[in-house]
């Protein structure tokens, strides 16, 4: 079922928010009629923040406007004619909107997609997400009760003004009676007795009526500050329950998804929430200023001055909260930085559209700072705008994107030129140095009403400056995303974790590496268990109470290895990612299976049967493990174990091309024939006349480089006991 068919029957506020995805933009008409050509694009395939996609994103118009104008000429009979002429003022609407900016209608088309996409998924998965729902169900209702009670304010102050209003006239009346009775002394002694006594009678009344005015002014102004107050102590526990609970989730996600966990989301629905908030406090401040404005108006006695002073500070500190912890870093930068290289990064203020922040787009400052540094900046101590370092590129004005209602900057050609290290704490490596990237910016709103110098540091980086310190640099990264706790002081993580920690952000890694649903199982994990803590059981419940240091996961080198325990699962996870994931995919690969693990299991089965593990004495390495005759002792049957091979290996030959090489390879453990496994990925014969020409060419070279699997023929055809049995992979 396309998307389109399923977003057509979302109901209540989620088809709301979906209507309210299109309008002049993106015609929801064009939806509709393209709808299953506009599924089947691959906008994604569009890189929003290179400019040199712009030629790609031009074509996707072109095709876009030609689809409506073939649409619209389909269109016939009577029926047909309005929907010919509509469609065809259209695609001429399209492609004058984008034609000079084709990227942003790829940006508008993916970000509609992706909310359709959301938006039924939330519509689907109900059950699973009932906590959730309640949750967004609750704060959407507090919206409500807000939005209600402003409006009841709104209403109460006009009606404030309107008696205050007829105050002031009544009052200009007094006024003018007691001017009136000083001009009687010309007036004849009859004459003036008369008029006196009935403009003294007037005056009393009016004055009794003033009096008795006054002291409901006042209580109409003091319950409307109490009102007020109430009002504002819910738009911050409100705002409390977004930015605090809503937000750092979001952020926390991101986080995770730094290790391969599922993509953050949701930022469009914090955006809506915070536009909510933002608009709700601006109306009630503008109240709270209208309250102010009458009070120097018409002054009386009591302690409205103080009260509003008061409301006006909390108000403005509402305002400040929200606007400071909405500016947000969309796309992170990279969390292991090379100097001297390009990368990329998105800041992203979520109010600023709702305060018309763009109308004077402000700059956005991106530098690079030290650990110390960052907890400087949080305790609110001078830094001077101090830097560890230079960052090219680091100047963006911030962009509003009509189409999605963002306001935003994008970094697209930073680079690190230098970096300038602390001094190393003990046994502290370079890799183990984290920075962070300080963005910050000033804005005003409410024409210069408010200015506000807002700030935001990026989840921590390692720089470095060789390709050799990016395996030791992303186990910081790893370890620091992981097991980083909300609100820490810069950048501050567990020395020790329970291994049952450790276990699920590797499989997140794992998982995320090899684009699969199939992780690590829970005998995948024992024997990485085994390998970190150099035990021998096999009982997962014997390390659930274990706690594994960073000493022990990449800064002490295994029992007899030259090798971390880090570096040597990630070198497993680069080998696979590289060479092997449709085979582990397939479930071709055990991998995590120990030497004597893959004896006891290959002698149980025929001669033949072959296993794929990795290897123990290598980083990056898999061997093959095979159960064949001893050919030096009759009736024997002996265990044998390949050379490991490497990424290097299978840049020349892969490795279901090696298996199929192995004539003694007969069955993929524990029965499957190899064929059935591995002729999918078998490279198909060249032609005679290729083989020809290449052999002529490049006859000393083969020569030179024989193939390792034909090597492993020939081995193969000696004593066996000689070539392997000592071997250690």
């Not at 971390?564 to 582990?584: A, S």
């Not at 044998?640 to 299978?650: A, M």
Request: glycine share 4%.
């Amino acid at each position: 079922m396309s998307m389109w068919i399923q977003a057509q029957q979302l109901q209540g506020e989620a088809l709301h928010q979906m209507q309210a995805l299109y309008g002049q933009h993106f015609p929801i008409e064009v939806r509709h009629y393209l709808a299953q050509w506009i599924e089947t694009q691959l906008w994604d395939s569009v890189e929003l923040d290179n400019p040199s996609e712009e030629a790609k994103a031009k074509r996707l118009l072109d095709s876009l406007v030609a689809e409506l104008q073939r649409k619209a000429q389909l269109q016939g009979g009577e029926d047909g004619f309005l929907l010919k002429i509509k469609l065809g003022h259209y695609a001429n609407q399209l492609k004058s909107t984008y034609d000079r900016c084709p990227l942003e209608l790829v940006r508008c088309i993916k970000h509609i997609l992706q909310s359709e996409q959301r938006l039924v998924q939330e519509a689907t998965n109900v059950s699973s997400m009932d906590s959730l729902s309640q949750r967004h169900q609750q704060i959407n209702q507090t919206f409500e009760e807000l939005r209600l009670a402003t409006q009841e304010t709104e209403n109460e102050l006009r009606k404030l003004q309107h008696s205050q209003e007829y105050f002031i006239i009544q009052y200009q009346e007094n006024l003018r009676i007691q001017a009136q009775l000083s001009s009687l002394a010309s007036l004849p002694p009859t004459e003036r007795t008369q008029r006196e006594t009935t403009l003294q009678s007037k005056r009393a009344t009016v004055e009794a009526w003033l009096t008795r005015e006054a002291s409901t002014l006042q209580k109409y102004r003091l319950d409307l500050s109490e009102q007020h107050q109430k009002t504002l102590n819910l738009l911050r526990k409100q705002q409390t329950l977004i930015l605090d609970d809503e937000l750092i989730q979001w952020k926390r996600r991101q986080q995770l998804a730094g290790n391969g966990g599922p993509h953050e989301g949701g930022l469009d629905v914090l955006q809506s929430w915070c536009e909510k908030l933002a608009d709700l406090i601006w109306q009630n401040r503008q109240q709270i200023r209208r309250c102010e404005h009458l009070t120097q108006q018409l002054p009386l006695p009591g302690p409205m001055e103080e009260l509003l002073s008061k409301l006006n500070a909390d108000i403005t500190d509402i305002i400040s909260a929200l606007v400071t912890s909405t500016f947000i870093i969309e796309k992170q930068p990279p969390q292991v930085l090379k100097t001297q290289t390009k990368f990329a990064a998105t800041v992203r203020l979520l109010v600023g559209g709702k305060l018309n922040v763009h109308m004077n787009p402000p700059q956005v400052k991106a530098v690079i700072v030290s650990e110390q540094q960052a907890k400087a900046l949080l305790k609110n101590e001078s830094t001077h705008s101090e830097s560890s370092g230079e960052i090219l590129n680091n100047n963006c004005v911030m962009e509003y994107h009509q189409a999605t209602g963002t306001l935003s900057a994008h970094f697209r050609n930073m680079s690190l030129k230098r970096i300038k290290r602390s001094d190393r704490r003990g046994a502290e490596s370079v890799t183990e140095e984290k920075f962070t990237v300080l963005f910050e910016s000033q804005f005003s709103v409410g024409g210069n009403e408010l200015v506000f110098n807002v700030k935001t540091l990026s989840l921590p980086v390692v720089v470095i400056v060789h390709g050799s310190q990016d395996n030791n640099a992303t186990a910081t990264v790893l370890w620091d995303n992981a097991f980083a706790e909300p609100g820490r002081v810069p950048f501050i993580v567990p020395d020790k974790v329970l291994w049952p920690q450790l276990c699920e952000a590797l499989n997140m890694k794992y998982k995320a590496e090899m684009h699969s649903g199939r992780g690590l199982t829970e005998d995948n994990l024992v024997f990485l268990a085994q390998k970190a803590f150099t035990s021998s059981s096999n009982n997962p419940e014997d390390y659930h109470n274990m706690t594994i240091s960073w000493a022990q996961f990449n800064r002490e080198s295994l029992p007899g290895r030259n090798f971390t325990f880090w570096q040597w699962f990630d070198g497993v996870v680069e080998l696979m990612k590289k060479h092997l994931k449709p085979h582990w995919n397939d479930g071709a690969i055990l991998g995590f299976v120990n030497k004597q693990q893959a004896q006891d299991m290959l002698l149980s089965k025929p001669n033949g049967t072959f296993l794929l593990r990795f290897s123990d004495s290598e980083i990056g390495g898999i061997t093959i493990a095979w159960v064949a005759e001893n050919p030096n002792k009759s009736g024997e049957r002996l265990v044998w174990n390949l050379l490991p091979y490497t990424t290097k290996d299978f840049s020349i030959r892969s490795l279901a091309d090696r298996i199929s090489d192995l004539n003694h390879l007969l069955f993929l453990y524990p029965d499957r024939p190899k064929d059935e496994v591995f002729a999918k990925y078998y490279t198909p014969p060249l032609c005679t006349s290729f083989i020809s020409c290449v052999t002529s060419c490049l006859c000393d070279f083969l020569f030179d480089t024989m193939d390792v699997a034909r090597h492993v023929e020939e081995l193969l055809r000696r004593p066996m006991a000689n070539q392997w049995s000592n071997q250690q992979p």
